[in-house]
């Protein structure tokens, strides 16, 4: 069974997507969804990820979406990190869990 994944969703000309999706390929991301969880950034801009702003109703971009339910996406200014809070998950927990994008390629 394949895992579940956060679907973050950025396009160009988007002045906070460029930061973000930069920490998402350095790997500087976290989330507050336990266990095994994959990220997928989709640029909505592309050919590709164009069709998900009507099939995932967004409004805006940058939107992460987790199981169907809109993220909270704040950046660690100190740390350089993005995180990633999704309803229905344990809140307020100190622990965070660092997701697995596997290796970036080389760029």
């Given at each position: 069974m394949a895992k579940k994944a956060i679907r973050l969703f950025v396009g160009e000309g988007c002045k906070p997507c460029g930061p973000i999706k930069e920490m998402v390929v350095q790997g500087r991301f976290?989330?507050?969804?336990?266990g095994d969880v994959g990220l997928d950034l989709i640029d909505v801009t592309t050919e590709e990820g164009f069709p998900f702003v009507?099939?995932?109703k967004l409004e805006q971009v940058p939107t992460a979406k987790y199981d169907g339910q809109v993220c909270k996406l704040e950046i660690d200014?100190?740390?350089q990190v993005l995180i990633?809070?999704?309803p229905g998950q344990e809140e307020g927990s100190e622990q965070r869990?660092?997701?697995d994008m596997g290796t970036p390629a080389p760029g």
């Open positions: 976290e989330s507050n969804i336990p009507e099939s995932e200014r100190e740390e990633i809070t999704c869990t660092v997701v």
